[in-house]
């Protein structure tokens, strides 16, 4: 401010040292004109100093030569301009201010001259910077993840995936952007996964399902897919976000699982058989050989002259005799499992049950059936072979689902345990097409399917009878039928 200032120059000075912004304006070819108290204050200069920017301190280093090639860039053009710079303050920190200058024209368009001002940005540069060193630090966390990761809009269009995507594919986002599923799922999946995927979306809730995803080599594995929605405050969807889990090694194993599973049982089947075979040729060969012998004996003294009678009653009495004995060795093969006595612990069938559960819970959702379960709290132990118990339950179970095999509708199994009288008593109950005898079930080699043999309900009534158990079996009143067995409980021990 000057002597020769007016008083209207007076007013606008006290009105631009007054405003909170660093405000100033040049001459048409750049060069200082007025500064506010403001910029005085944070630079700590007086005005003769400010005036010689280009060649002083006021600039970072970094900042100061880019900055004046641009603006002396825009005074040529007599365009705005714009841009973040690092600016000292009076104790040498610097901080980001956004500096913006624009020029004023007579009629005749002529530059006057600039006005400007400088806005301090610094704490937006920071959280700015803060921003991306998070942002950086998540998508590195996403990358390393073992699984592939990705964010769609709400409209289900891709979004943003990690590079465990890009790299299993082999193609940038902007590929994967314009896909289809018909270029990544299997083709025995598609159907499947649009199904799955278009109700999912629809639905607005967290979804999942297993695919096979062909990698950029041509092969295809066996992938968990997984997506949950973002809500705004207000509950509108945001975007979807997804989790692409390998699960081929484990998807592998559980076939070859299955695999060796139905082989071992096709083997204990014929591996039983044959022991009946053996059994039944062994023990019955030396009666029918005896019955053959008499038969022989018994016609020689019949066409005898004259015939001895004494002999050949003597004859039919051995044969008689040695019949009788084919008849009572096929009856004790009846039991087609002679167990040795069961190796007993204390055991609660609860927990027994639902470890027989887990081991046909494939079976169980190939199958589609659903499992229901009214186990009783507290149940008592009973002294049972672990082992014994879970083959027994696993056939029961097994039973019931094949009972429920041609069944169009909802496919419901039941295990139900309490206590009664003293007796743990388990009961498995389908709705499946019923029994017409409760007893003969568990006959030897009685079946009712085509490809069954009849033999495993034949081991449970073995397996409950060795434990000293009862096992019987009953229509339902509406469709089904219902298996129960009951064992002595453990003793309680006195409090």
Known sequence: MTDNDSPKDLDVRLILDSLPVLVFTFSPNGEVELINKPILDYFGRTFEELRAWRGSDLFHPDDLAPMTRTWETHIAAGTAYSAEHRLRRADGVYRWFRL?????????????????????????????????????????????????????KATGELEWVNHNILGYFGRTLEDLQAWQFSDSVHPDDLAHTIAEWTAGARSGKPYGFEQRLRRADGAY??????????????????????????????????????????RLARASQIATVSHLAAAVAHEVSQPLAAVVANGHACRRWLVADPPNLERARLGVERLVRDSN??????????????????????????????????????????????????????????????????QLIINLARNGIDAMADLSSEKSLLLRSRELNGEVIVEVTDVGAGLADGTVVFEPFYTTKSSGMGMGLS??????????????????????????????????EAL
């Open 100 to 152: 913006r200058a624009s020029p004023i024209r007579d009629r005749e368009g002529r530059v006057l001259h600039w006005h400007g001002d400088l806005t301090d940005i610094d704490e937006l540069k920071r959280a700015e910077t803060a921003a991306r060193e998070a942002e950086r630090a998540l998508a590195l966390i996403l990358d390393s993840i073992p699984a592939m990761v990705f964010t769609t």
């Open 221 to 262: 594995r066996w992938f968990e897919f997984r997506a949950a929605p973002q809500h705004d405050d207000d509950g509108s969807l945001l975007r979807w976000h997804g989790l692409v889990t390998d699960i081929h090694e484990q998807k592998i194993a559980q076939a070859d699982m299955r695999t060796l599973h139905a």
């Open 325 to 390: 004995t084919a008849v009572d060795v096929i009856n004790r093969v009846r039991a087609l499992f002679r167990h040795s006595p069961p190796v007993t612990s204390d055991l609660n069938l609860n927990e027994v049950i639902e470890e027989s559960l887990r081991l046909i819970a494939d079976d169980v959702v190939q199958r589609r059936v659903s499992l229901e379960l009214h186990l009783q709290r507290d149940l008592p132990n009973v002294a049972a072979d672990r082992v014994q118990m879970q």
């Open 459 to 492: 081991i449970c009534k073995s397996i409950v009878d060795a434990h000293g158990g009862r096992l019987e079996a009953a229509p339902n009143l509406d469709r089904g039928a219902t298996f129960r067995f009951a064992l002595s409980a453990s003793r309680r």
